[in-house]
């Protein structure tokens, strides 16, 4: 019966994790909904449009880098994770919610960040991603206070690792949030700098 | 024979799972696209246009609350399904289709609220989510009639489960479309708590 | 040897569903892009544009029933294939290639029924089931002959459902493509009742 | 042990496997919101308006084609590969970026093959999939590299293989770049034929 009930929570993991990858691989292609054919528009080549076009493809880039980065995060946290509670799902919900609202704040970054209005589109843009961060620290100490890990996992080191992560994360972003009121611009190269940081940075060996 | 025949059906839900999580990914990840960047077609700050705007954030919440909760329900329906028939599989298709219906009535809610044509807005809405309930209550009266439960799962148990779940979603529902000939605001108000009350409520104990 | 050979068949099998699944699901979430909020381009009540918008419902009716049946169908096949090869990979892509085109061509049923390009919408829209149609019969055909079929599966008897089944997809498709010439919204009609045919009629028993 | 560590690898392949799928899926079913109904702008026919929007039905058929047999080949990249590493995680992110670029590069073509923009088109174009294929031979050499092949795979043939393959497609697709400086069409016709060439060429024997 033990065996059977292990069996039974990896089925219930797979599913959420099947729900989460949709939402993810979702949110992440709908960006490029938001890189437009620049002539529609305006006159003048199609050449020089794409060029004056660059905050979208700064935004763009920002973007896919860091839900590309999350969605790693993500797969890494469920290979520790045995067993779902309702408290998960619906935490994991929450952290959905802020993927899913990306597309819109990269258009608003895309739109605003060269405008009067860039300090308002990079504060929206670090907040959504530091409420993700947030939320993410949240799941880790849930995860941890539950007892949701895999037998095999040391549950005081997946603790410590996770506190380390979401600390940092949630100190960039609080950064990135404060620079967006001196200036847009800089707020998002942190953003993207926090996503390289965390695709090439210490935390990666595995 | 007989532990293969179970497992061809495990097989066979598993993909109607993932069909299905398919929908509700999408679904839920498309409500993105009807909030608007507010500066494209009126002057004004970026961040007092945001703050008009706070209908269309309203109905995202609502609808993707209201998602969330749907498909953490669908999760645990299929928890206990054994089997599935070709009835199954059309009223699971009527249930993904008020889903796939969610994107367009919470652009109308997001359009409409605090307009002269909010009644209109919250009764279609609510009328959405009713049917949507009538056929999760339809759906569960079929597994039960035709006994497409796991051996493990008290029939009765789970009838009982399943039509009180239904009778209060319905309930909820229906007080909510009736509200919005008063009100269309409080209308989808409600709608939020149900999705709250699913979230919190007394049916979460598992 | 044999045994894992057909465990790495399966897991094959179950990669180029969840692809196929998430073109289905994706296709079937996205029409409801089409439907639009009818006060966006006039005056007039909510309640009046909604009603005056029933051809983009009718269309989105249509399409959503005959993508699901589709997808049932697809489903089903699949219970029976042990083994997929790079021509089926391919002939599958092409199914896959006319699904995605659906909300396209419903959304010209959507504008155009009601006009005098009627003929012209409902041609398009029933060649491209006529075609999808046709390709599935290939399929039928080139499981049939490529033996791809699960040893448990009776070969001539899969042959002879498959055929007739894509014999009377097709006869109805091509009465539907010539009935555009005639009446657009008959041949529209029509396209919904074999969806609803093949919901409900004799080829459902499994 | 050992075979329990083989079983972890399975799993953690195969989500990546899902979320891949799910951006291919996506990315070619987003090719159709790019189709639009030829008459919301013009006067005219919907039949002579779909005639004389040939290059985007042109430009859809040669992305599904090409996002298609990349699929097939990912697919078949990961029959051999046993083990993944964050490099191979990143990688196959870079790989989906410009998969997720594809809808825009497309939309690009679909305005502009037949205007005097259409060398930078087909250029944007033709670099996009040049990218994409220098991504795939750098995964090629990786995997082989870090050794994440299957006990059961010749690792120097299927490096032979890879780097064959990719050879040849990073050829094509530079003659394509090099061809839009001449012609536009011509180098979106050379990137159909590459797709076709991959389709039903000499690599498809398995």
């Known amino acids: 019966m033990d065996s059977s009930a292990e ?16 939402v993810f691989a979702f949110a992440i292609t709908l960006l490029v909904l938001y890189l437009k054919d620049p ?4 006159s003048g080549s ?22 590309l980065i999350m969605w790693v995060g993500h797969h890494e946290m469920f290979t520790y994770v045995r067993h779902i509670d309702r408290g998960f799902l619906f935490l994991n919900g929450f952290l959905l919610f802020f993927v899913t609202l990306t597309p819109f704040t990269t258009s608003l ?28 620290g949240i799941i880790g100490r849930h995860i941890f206070r539950k007892k949701l890990l895999l037998a095999s996992v040391d549950a005081e080191s997946f603790a410590r ?30 953003i993207l700098m926090v996503a390289v940081y965390y695709a090439v940075g210490p935390t990666s060996q595995r």
């Open 109 to 136: 970054v895309a739109d605003h960040i060269i405008s009067s209005d860039s300090h308002t589109a990079a504060a929206v843009y670090a907040s959504s991603f530091l409420l993700l961060s947030l939320t993410w």
């Open 7 to 22: 069996k039974t929570d990896k089925k219930e993991t797979g599913r959420l994790e099947t729900f989460s990858d949709g």
């Open 46 to 67: 199609l050449f020089q449009g794409l060029l004056n076009q660059w905050p979208a493809f700064f935004a763009f880039v920002t973007s896919f880098m860091t839900i």
């Open 39 to 42: 002539t529609a528009n305006s």
């Open 161 to 190: 690792t996770q506190t380390r992560g979401a600390f940092i994360g949630l100190g960039f972003y609080v950064l990135a949030l404060a620079l967006a009121f001196f200036s847009g611009i800089a707020s998002v190269v942190l």
